[in-house]
């Protein structure tokens, strides 16, 4: 695979959209191009599986974070305190912190598992406008507190990391480089305020 | 609360989209920005702590970036309700004013951390380039903020009329 002219993961990504474009066309020379709908997919669809989706993207994304930056600043710390062992227990903080992300993503998950009301569709019936919307709030909202939660989740371990390191080398510098942990950490909670934002009018799904 | 051809039910979907998008894209630029940079600023005060406070500065400019994605997300959120008309117009609009502020913050996250990196490690062998360094990393954040501009002047224009 390294003697391929581009990456494994760009090869992935040229393999799937070959495979998309074989269906597009396939549908449009076949005389189903009208079925190509980008709108009758989003309102086929139910609005549960954006929803649950989105209930899932939140809590599945936020602790890949929180574990993604547990381990970078949990092999740093070790690795320092081998030489410095006055460092592990205050740098056990920047653990706390990576921990902090996923109890965010947790917390949200169980949010918007709140907003979810078991209601049936008689035959014959469609859902109503609020259903959608509450269904595509709950997907991006769900995706929006992920992904954030996984952006600060490495950006903390990272840094948590680096703080390990210089509190090896000199005491003084952990408050200030925690400072640093602390910008990092801010991303994760502007990702709960918009995710708390966005399904704030979200009703109840109801099939009037 | 009618479901007409121009206020189709699926025009929500591009709107979240957009607030998303915001967030989501902003959040990784400022990720990297804060990472990237602060490896270089905990070298910088290894040597020299009292240059340390000085060498925040890429830190900080990140975490505008990821301000600015915030600000245009509430923005949209807001406009958003299920008791009122939302036309597909307004759904594009705000996917549009979403991905402008989010790649623009990508962007400007990813430079703010590479230039803070590289800048603070020159700081610390030459003090007097503290100045050149937030030229820079201004010039960075910038490109954060012309995002910011457009979704600004796209969210006014978004309107429901069904």
Redesign the interface.
Known sequence: MSSYYASKTAFLFYLAGIFALIVFLDLVFTGNGVQFDVGRFLTDTSPYMWALLGVGFTIGLSVVGAAWGIFITGTSLIGAAVKAPRIRTKNLISIIFCEVVAIYGLIMAIVFSSKLNDAELADGEVWPKSAYFSGYALFWSGLTVGVANLCCGVAVGITGSTCAIADAADPQLFVKVLVIEIFGSIIGLFGLIIGLLMTSKVREFDTK | ?S?TAAC???A??FG??G??AA??LS??G???G???S??G??GV??FR?DL??KA?IP??M??IV??Y??VV??LV??D????SDYSAFAGFVHLAAGLSTGFAGMAAGYSIGVVGDACVRGYLYQPRMFVGMVLILIFAEVLGLYGLIVSLILNTKASSKC
Do not use: D, E, R
């Open positions: 609360m479901v189709p039910v699926w929500p979907f979240f989209a607030a998303s967030m989501i959040s990784a400022a990720a990297y804060t990472a990237k602060g490896i600023i905990a005060g290894t702590p340390m406070m925040l830190v900080v990140a975490g990821a301000v994605g915030l997300a509430v959120s807001n958003m309700n299920p008791s």
